[in-house]
Structure formats: structure tokens, C-alpha cells
């Protein structure tokens, strides 16, 4: 296999030892194509940098049941925000006792659901919520293990949509109220608090906040000794189209010379970070309309497909499926087919020059590609495939037309 998971051979671009035209020939297009081994090679990754830590990956980046199952063998965790992501890590392998819940809405049928299952840790995010876990709990003889989640107050480099750790953000628990909250607490029989977690964005673009939020909350961690676990989250950053971004070597430095001296057990729950750069979508040109100083590339994937350019500005490297070497360049504007102007998958990057039935691999999409995909314009969501070196297999078919009305009456 090439060092590079996704490269030219022979002509045609690869995923692994995978032909990715000979693929996409017979399973068609739109499809998303995952590699197993950059996952897996990211998260082992992550395990040498953190040799300490408690690994849980965060389903909410990728849910692909067969990915999923191969980052479990792998020793990962799971983080899951949702009844419905702690059924699907099940399902994928996981023993309920390494699923963290997060999220910041739980509902009771969903803490009803995660305390009859017997879930490993619940992220609470109010005082609100510590209350109702407590009542259902006691309800349930159970006694579940809880990490506070603390809002430190520190704003992330990142984008807007994606930092969690501002005083604004809908996220966490100011630092006052969690006192009162341990206080009130300590003597329970129904609910454990035994940690804190602090989680202050995505695509973290410095590791000094992240160190500046986890000494926000050691206050905390050093006046209550039944505290014993920090939780940090993840937001470890991939590069998109080439910017230097921190390593995840450089976050463990800092975050192993900010807890020095402290016996703290410490969770990560890392997501784009170890699906992002596993994952291309694969579409095939449809039309060409020449523009001012270029071409517009109608493609038969979207926003249904891949909405990051649309809800966040994202970037996407676009490759094509055939070597570009000995092509001449166009500027072109990559759009989709669905009914909407922001239906960009990229706004301007040259191409060699476009045609009808050409396939073109938007990159680094194996997080929030997929998993936030709709049925939008009722467009049938496409296959995910994954290849491990020289083998494939559908691990997702394609949405039939019947699907779409499968639910209704």
C-alpha cells in the first residue's frame, strides 16, 4: 500500500490497494468511500500520544456501523450524544460500560434508556439535568458514575458554529454552579460525581486554550478529592487544504505539563481526528456551464451529500479520479443538483479541464459527511464502502426510492 492512503497509481486515483474508478463502476455515484486503515492508523495515533488516557471516539463525527466496529477492535471507546448513537455503538460492538453519554438536551426516555443499559459515564450539562439523572436513578436502583461538564468561559480558535467553551454557548455549567452542585451532591446515593470535563470546540486551532480550560476547572479537581477523572473532550484539528494545524503530539505535551504532579485518570473523546482524512466522496460531473473566467462543474452529489460548505464556509480538497498530470487547468466552481444556491461543494479551485462523466473525490469528508446527510429534495443517500488494503464491501447500500416513503402512511 502507498504511504499516501489516497494516490495516484497507474493512472487512476486509489483508496488503499482499491481502484476507486473500477469501484465507482460498480457501485456508481454519488458514494462515500472510507479507508479502515488511516482510522484505525490515526486512532493508534492518538493511543501512543495519550498512552494514559481513556480513548472514547465520538460517534457523532461518523456512525458507519463496520468503521465504527473496526475502531472498537482497535481499543477504542465510544462518545455518544444520543439514545439512538448508544444503540448504534452497541450494535457496532461496544460493551455499554466504555460508552460516555454527552449532549446537551437528554431527554428522560434517552437517561431511562442509557441507565437501563448501564452506560459507563454521563456528561451532564445543568443542574437541571443532574437533578432529573439523580430522580431516575433512584427510581431505578442505579447508581451511575457522572463528570461534570464545566463551562470554562475561554473562547476557541475556531469557528463560530463549532466553539463550545464561551460563556454564551449553550454548553456546560459556569464554574460557580458547579461547586454548588458538588456540595449538594457529595453524600448521594443515587448519582456519583466523580469527574470533571471540559470540552471548548472543534478544530481547536491552538493548544493554549485548551490549557487555559483545563486550568480554569483544577480549582475544582483539587478541593473535592472524590473528583479523580478529567474528561477534556476532544477538537483535535485536521488539516483541510494544507494549513499547519497542531499535532495531537503537541496537545498531549501541553496537557501532560499542565496536569504534573496530579493522579487524575484522563478521557478524550477525539472524532474528526480520526475519521476526517479516511474518507473521500465520490461524484461524477454531470454538466458544464462555461462562467466568467472559468466553469461551473454541475456534479450529481450536494448538500444532501456533504453540507459542511454550506452550513460552515468548509474547504474541501477536490482530486480527480484520473491522473491530472498531463492536463491543461480551468478554474472551476464544483456545485451539486439540489435546489439551492449554497449548494457548493467548492467555490473555486482549478481543475483540469472538466467533461461530462469525469469523477472527482471530494477529500477528507469521513467526519460530519455521511452522518449528516438528509434526504433533501428526495434524494436518496448514497452507498458508504469500506476498503482495507485490496478489499471493499458496501457497509451502507444505497437508498432506494421506496425508502423515502418507508415511513409514512
Same mark, same amino acid.
Given at each position: 500500500?502507498?504511504?499516501?492512503?489516497?494516490?495516484?497509481?497507474?493512472?487512476?486515483?486509489?483508496?488503499?490497494? /482499491?481502484? =476507486?474508478?473500477?469501484?465507482? $463502476?460498480?457501485?456508481?455515484?454519488?458514494?462515500?468511500?472510507? +479507508?479502515? @486503515?488511516? !482510522?484505525?492508523?490515526?486512532?493508534?495515533?492518538?493511543?501512543?500520544?495519550?498512552?494514559?488516557?481513556?480513548?472514547?471516539?465520538?460517534?457523532?463525527?461518523?456512525?458507519?456501523?463496520?468503521?465504527?466496529?473496526?475502531?472498537?477492535?482497535?481499543?477504542?471507546?465510544?462518545?455518544?450524544?444520543?439514545?439512538?448513537?448508544?444503540?448504534?455503538?452497541?450494535?457496532?460492538?461496544?460493551?455499554?460500560?466504555?460508552?460516555?453519554?454527552?449532549?446537551?438536551?437528554?431527554?428522560?426516555?434517552?437517561?431511562?434508556?442509557?441507565?437501563?443499559?448501564?452506560?459507563?459515564?454521563?456528561?451532564?450539562?445543568?443542574?437541571?439535568?443532574?437533578?432529573?439523572?439523580?430522580?431516575?436513578?433512584?427510581?431505578?436502583?442505579?447508581?451511575?458514575? /457522572?463528570? =461534570?461538564?464545566?463551562?470554562? $468561559?475561554?473562547?476557541?480558535?475556531?469557528?463560530?458554529?463549532? +466553539?463550545? @467553551?464561551? !460563556?454564551?454557548?449553550?454548553?456546560?455549567?459556569?464554574?460557580?454552579?458547579?461547586?454548588?452542585?458538588?456540595?449538594?451532591?457529595?453524600?448521594?446515593?443515587?448519582?456519583?460525581?466523580?469527574?470533571?470535563?471540559?470540552?471548548?470546540?472543534?478544530?481547536?486551532?491552538?493548544?493554549?486554550?485548551?490549557?487555559?480550560?483545563?486550568?480554569?476547572?483544577?480549582?475544582?479537581?483539587?478541593?473535592?478529592?472524590?473528583?479523580?477523572?478529567?474528561?477534556?473532550?476532544?477538537?483535535?484539528?485536521?488539516?483541510?487544504?494544507?494549513?499547519?494545524?497542531?499535532?495531537?503530539?503537541?496537545?498531549?505535551?501541553?496537557?501532560?505539563?499542565?496536569?504534573?504532579?496530579?493522579?487524575?485518570?484522563?478521557?478524550?473523546?477525539?472524532?474528526?481526528? /480520526?475519521?476526517?482524512?479516511?474518507?473521500?466522496?465520490?461524484?461524477?460531473?454531470?454538466?458544464?456551464?462555461?462562467?466568467? @473566467?472559468?466553469?461551473?462543474?454541475?456534479?450529481?452529489?450536494?448538500?444532501?451529500?456533504?453540507?459542511?460548505?454550506?452550513?460552515?464556509?468548509?474547504?474541501?480538497?477536490?482530486?480527480?479520479?484520473?491522473?491530472?498530470?498531463?492536463?491543461?487547468?480551468?478554474?472551476?466552481?464544483?456545485?451539486?443538483?439540489?435546489?439551492?444556491?449554497?449548494?457548493?461543494?467548492?467555490?473555486?479551485?482549478?481543475?483540469?479541464?472538466?467533461?461530462?462523466?469525469?469523477?472527482?473525490?471530494?477529500?477528507?469528508?469521513?467526519?460530519?459527511?455521511?452522518?449528516?446527510?438528509?434526504?433533501?429534495?428526495?434524494?436518496?443517500?448514497?452507498?458508504?464502502?469500506?476498503?482495507?488494503?485490496?478489499?471493499?464491501?458496501?457497509?451502507?447500500?444505497?437508498?432506494?426510492?421506496?425508502?423515502?416513503?418507508?415511513?409514512?402512511?
Amino acid at each position: 500500500m502507498n504511504d499516501s492512503i489516497f494516490h495516484y497509481h497507474n493512472g487512476s486515483l486509489y483508496a488503499e490497494d /482499491v481502484d =476507486l474508478m473500477t469501484l465507482t $463502476d460498480e457501485v456508481g455515484t454519488p458514494c462515500y468511500v472510507y +479507508s479502515q @486503515g488511516r !482510522a484505525v492508523g490515526n486512532l493508534k495515533r492518538l493511543q501512543t500520544a495519550f498512552p494514559d488516557a481513556e480513548i472514547h471516539y465520538s460517534l457523532k463525527a461518523n456512525a458507519n456501523l463496520a468503521l465504527v466496529r473496526a475502531l472498537i477492535d482497535a481499543g477504542a471507546g465510544l462518545d455518544a450524544v444520543s439514545g439512538g448513537e448508544i444503540y448504534k455503538g452497541v450494535q457496532a460492538g461496544a460493551l455499554p460500560g466504555d460508552i460516555v453519554f454527552a449532549g446537551v438536551g437528554k431527554t428522560e426516555q434517552e437517561l431511562r434508556y442509557a441507565l437501563d443499559m448501564g452506560v459507563g459515564w454521563f456528561n451532564v450539562e445543568s443542574g437541571h439535568e443532574l437533578a432529573r439523572l439523580a430522580r431516575l436513578a433512584q427510581q431505578m436502583h442505579k447508581r451511575p458514575r /457522572v463528570c =461534570l461538564r464545566i463551562n470554562p $468561559d475561554v473562547q476557541a480558535d475556531t469557528h463560530q458554529y463549532i +466553539s463550545t @467553551g464561551h !460563556a454564551a454557548a449553550k454548553f456546560g455549567i459556569p464554574l460557580g454552579e458547579a461547586r454548588d452542585l458538588l456540595e449538594k451532591h457529595a453524600e448521594s446515593d443515587s448519582v456519583a460525581v466523580e469527574g470533571i470535563h471540559t470540552h471548548i470546540g472543534s478544530q481547536l486551532g491552538a493548544v493554549d486554550q485548551t490549557a487555559e480550560a483545563i486550568k480554569t476547572v483544577l480549582p475544582l479537581l483539587d478541593e473535592y478529592s472524590d473528583l479523580k477523572t478529567l474528561n477534556i473532550g476532544g477538537g483535535f484539528p485536521v488539516s483541510y487544504t494544507g494549513e499547519v494545524v497542531p499535532s495531537v503530539e503537541e496537545f498531549a505535551s501541553t496537557i501532560r505539563s499542565v496536569l504534573a504532579g496530579r493522579d487524575l485518570h484522563l478521557i478524550i473523546e477525539p472524532g474528526r481526528y /480520526v475519521v476526517a482524512d479516511a474518507g473521500a466522496l465520490i461524484v461524477e460531473v454531470q454538466y458544464i456551464k462555461h462562467a466568467s @473566467g472559468g466553469v461551473i462543474v454541475v456534479t450529481d452529489g450536494g448538500m444532501t451529500e456533504l453540507i459542511r460548505p454550506a452550513l460552515y464556509g468548509a474547504t474541501h480538497e477536490v482530486m480527480t479520479l484520473h491522473d491530472p498530470s498531463s492536463s491543461e487547468f480551468v478554474k472551476s466552481l464544483v456545485v451539486g443538483p439540489v435546489c439551492e444556491s449554497a449548494d457548493i461543494l467548492r467555490a473555486e479551485v482549478v481543475l483540469p479541464a472538466p467533461q461530462p462523466g469525469d469523477r472527482l473525490a471530494i477529500m477528507d469528508v469521513g467526519a460530519y459527511g455521511a452522518v449528516m446527510g438528509s434526504n433533501y429534495n428526495a434524494r436518496p443517500r448514497p452507498p458508504e464502502i469500506l476498503v482495507n488494503t485490496d478489499d471493499w464491501r458496501v457497509t451502507r447500500r444505497r437508498e432506494r426510492y421506496e425508502d423515502l416513503i418507508a415511513l409514512e402512511e
